[in-house]
């Protein structure tokens, strides 16, 4: 079946005269660069200060960068199963963080931006975290990716690390039977990582593997999925960028990862492909604010990780691509990471999936069209199925939900947590992101005729996704994948 978004496009004309038909033929490289628990403003052309993160700033001097742009869920296996599928990820049954214990994973019949791809012979890797099912039925090559090397799930899920990092007693990291932390390269097994020393290789290692994938595929068609396992903690640097930034750890940590993009970039420049890829760099949610100064900022947007607030959802987000993003370019329409999969098909004339997806085509965004508005509405699921706010346009209806506050408590320091409540009471609101992106305000009373119009929008949503908060199941929603039982 033709891809129907592909059609209306063979006659838009971008900035600079090119056509979707010419973004079809050419075909780019893409490497999509995506963070662990980095926040808003945790890069230098978002506001980052006391290191410096150069390579990364010059993406967004040479590309587009996007101040409204969102996570699926802001917390790891739920986000992750947005990008890579183009789906709200309680449409495909993924909840959350999987653990090491989990018995499930990303279901094999759901379609990856991977797989989409090969219907054009592109070749595939991801690299670094994983945290879509750490079982072999559920790894990255059995999700449509050629190679495969890194976690299958976040660095802190080992014993070591909760018995001694977090001060949990013993007793309760022997009850949760997490095994060490493995790092996989194919299907396989290659080592176990048993000390945090031994994580500060990590970014290192990422990096060096991804440039061997390009230098091999220069001559192909490529997609590389760069997920590295930091920001998360607990945050690990090699020693060549140890001590160096002014904000102690973390900033290191953002200086070396800093270093990564630079090296890949310098990659595709040395083998001439610079003009023929598409950058994508972002997060997978926002920062987790308890670890203090082992977490990351939000840049003023309110609560974190795991929230449905600004600063758990709204991440930063640069795309880079010669001669079709125009350079040095703000894009403040809301875009999404479900939405890269769409867009990609679009560039590469590839059908979409044959299960109904939630992306949008954001290609008129990427190549300048100043009236383009293809996503105006966004859907803040979180808790598993909670419908816990909607968005159009500039305005955010909150509704009441039990959720995870950071707010009161002392945050933690050198790795170990400050508190938080996990069952905090929010009244809601509604908020106007324009004049009050803090979500501080709330100015329901005002503007009554708005809160039924986004109403209206979260009711369409409960009929299709669900509602675990007006107990509303849903009726388009998919299960995740289930460990077969040769496997259990």
């Known amino acids: 079946m033709k891809n129907k978004l592909f059609e209306p496009l063979l006659i838009l004309t971008s900035a600079f005269g090119a056509t979707a038909t010419a973004c079809a033929q050419q075909l780019p490289n893409i490497v999509l ?26 993406l967004a001097a040479a590309g587009m960068r996007f101040t409204n742009f969102y996570v699926a869920q802001a917390v790891s296996s739920a986000s992750r199963a947005g990008l890579l599928t183009g789906c709200y990820p309680n449409r495909v049954g993924i909840q959350g963080a999987l653990s090491p214990t989990a018995k499930t994973g990303l279901n094999p019949k759901e379609e990856t931006i991977a797989e989409i791809l090969k219907q054009r012979d592109y070749k595939t890797a991801a690299i670094g975290k994983w945290h879509l099912g750490h079982h072999q039925e559920f790894l990255p090559l059995q999700q449509g990716f050629d190679e495969y090397f890194g976690l299958p799930y976040s660095n802190d899920m080992w014993p070591v690390y909760y018995d ?74 090699s020693d060549k960028f140890k001590g160096k930034s002014e904000q102690g750890l973390f900033g290191d940590v953002m200086m070396e990862i800093d270093w990564s993009v630079g090296e890949i970039i310098k990659t595709l420049e040395k083998n001439g492909l610079t003009n023929k890829t598409l950058i994508i760099f972002t997060s997978d949610n926002g920062p987790w604010l308890s670890f203090g100064n082992h977490a990351g900022s939000t840049a003023g947007l309110r609560e974190g990780k795991g929230t449905s607030y600004e600063g758990g959802q709204r991440v930063p987000c640069i795309m880079k691509w010669p001669d079709h993003i125009p350079q040095g370019t703000i894009c403040n329409r809301i875009a999404s990471t479900i939405d890269i999969l769409p867009t990609l098909a679009t560039i590469t004339g590839c059908n979409l999936p044959k299960m109904k997806i939630d992306g949008i085509n954001i290609l008129p965004l990427l190549t300048g069209d100043k009236d383009a508005n293809p996503r105006n509405t966004f859907l803040y699921y979180f808790r598993g199925n909670s419908l816990e706010a909607v968005r159009k346009g500039n305005w955010k209806l909150v509704f009441p939900h039990p959720g995870r506050s950071y707010v009161g408590f002392q945050p933690g320091k050198d790795g170990k947590p400050g508190g938080l409540d996990n069952d ?59 460990l077969s039982e040769q496997n259990i």
């Not at 660069?33 to 230098?44: E, Q």
């Open 424 to 482: 905090f009471s929010f009244s809601g609101g509604l908020y106007d992101l324009r004049r009050d992106p803090g979500e501080r305000y709330d100015v329901s009373e005002s503007y009554p005729e708005i809160v039924k119009e986004l109403e209206k929008i979260a009711d369409e949503a409960r009929q299709d996704l669900g509602d675990d908060l007006t107990n509303n199941r849903g009726k388009n929603r998919r299960e995740s994948g289930k």
């Open 164 to 237: 001694n990092t977090r001060n949990i007693p013993p007793e309760y990291a022997r009850k949760l039977n997490y095994p060490e932390l493995p790092l996989i390269e194919g299907n396989k097994t290659i080592k176990e990582i048993k000390t945090i020393e031994e994580q500060a290789g990590l970014t290192t290692s990422y990096t060096h593997k991804a440039i061997e994938f390009i230098e091999k595929n220069k001559k192909n068609h490529f997609f590389l999925y760069m997920a590295h396992s930091m920001t998360h903690v607990p945050l690990a640097v």
């Open 33 to 58: 660069i995506f963070m662990d628990d980095m926040g808003y403003g945790d890069i230098g052309s978002f506001g980052a200060s006391q290191y410096a993160t150069p390579n990364i700033d010059q």
